[in-house]
């Protein structure tokens, strides 16, 4: 097979949530299980950091990567999904998964694919799992794919499980309250292993520490031992003084990534840093941390969050794309002060959508698109429900003909801003 080739029979042999949604999603770990069983139990082969969340995981695999890999320890990092190619979802010190593995990965465990039937996901895991202990790395950042409880990620025992902000996200799969959804998320706590809780929320606080209670583990709430002041914020960077138990922990740390966001991040990270350096024999040096937390997007290939693409007009993309991540997004285009905002936005059709546009400004100026994947929401449902939210805008058949048209309308001085799904944002050129 060619690599292409490879991709090909990938895509269209096993369930995609990324392309299909719901259909794709397995709530069992018997295949998972079953994979690794064949493939020689590879995730006890290296320690491990588990990350689940709703908003930030992302986020907050990669600045946990970048340190570590800084701390100089061989770092795996296994995210997704991926915005340009396949190869990104699988990192070893930041460098993407060489096409010639996964080409051989494949031709070789076909008939075992095809005795099992996993999930598109759940191949790439065992694959992760099989590359991480081949190339020997020390320890790997794993992110959860959706939820956690029955997430196929969830078969490691890491050194410490975090858990980022939660919020309304894949209602269908992992229930409609707050709650509910931490529940599944809460599912990574294991028994024995601390557990970090990046920022504390009234509604999920209990749930934490019920289900810790339950397993035995210690639970950390990073907002309670971390404080976060910004001090600089551009688009170039941020820098913060952070606080822990009330005294300056660290003066002038700087981050490469620039959303406002990241702010809610940062504890969680920093939380999870300190206990594997103090409880999990991880020697993780002051100078090690700022220079990977400065160089996340460098070291890790980080991309699409709140991500500069040009100037005059600026041109910003973004992949929140649930009610919380969207508020995040409109206050910082909010701080931008610009003349005028020009919204490329597409949206899945399994996402309630209805709710998120009614979350966006009505004196943006919209261009709405449909991005290239089947689980797309068509365009014209989409203008359909943007003119009942009392958005104006004009409807395109594709992300970059959508972009093109903001291009050639935005002046000099105003704004183009990309985003409202992970899919639109893969589909632009300069990422």
Sequence with gaps: MTYQECLDYLYQQLPMFHRIGNAAFKKSLDNIIALCDALGQPQQQFKTVHVAGTNGKGSSSHMLAAVLQQAGYKTGLYTSPHLKSFTERVRVNGQELPQDYLVDFVTQHKPLFESIKPSFFEMTVALAFRYFADERVDVAVIEVGLGGRLDSTNIITPEVSLITNISLDHQTLLGDTIPAIAREKAGIIKPGIPAVISTGQEETAEVFRAKAAEVGAPVYFAGDEFRIEPTVADLARQVFRVYRNGSVYLDEVELDLTGFYQRYNLPGVLQTLAILQEQRGFSISEQALRSGLAQTKTLTGLKGR?????????????????????????????????????????????????????????????????????????????????????????????VPAAIAAARTKAAPDEVIFIGGSTFVVAEIEEL
């Excluded at 409109?330 to 979350?359: E, M, W």
């Design 306 to 398: 709140w991500q500069v693409l040009q100037q005059q007009p600026l041109m910003i993309c973004d992949t929140g794309h649930n009610e919380d991540g969207m508020r995040q997004v409109i206050a910082q285009l909010a701080a931008l002060q610009p003349k005028r905002i020009h919204f490329v936005f597409g949206a899945v059709n399994d996402k309630d959508v209805s709710s998120i546009l009614q979350l966006l400004p009505k004196d943006y100026t919209y261009y709405f698109c449909q991005a290239a994947i089947p689980r797309a929401l068509p365009i014209a449902e989409l203008q359909a429900k943007a003119e009942a939210a009392g958005l104006k805008g004009t409807a395109y058949a594709t």
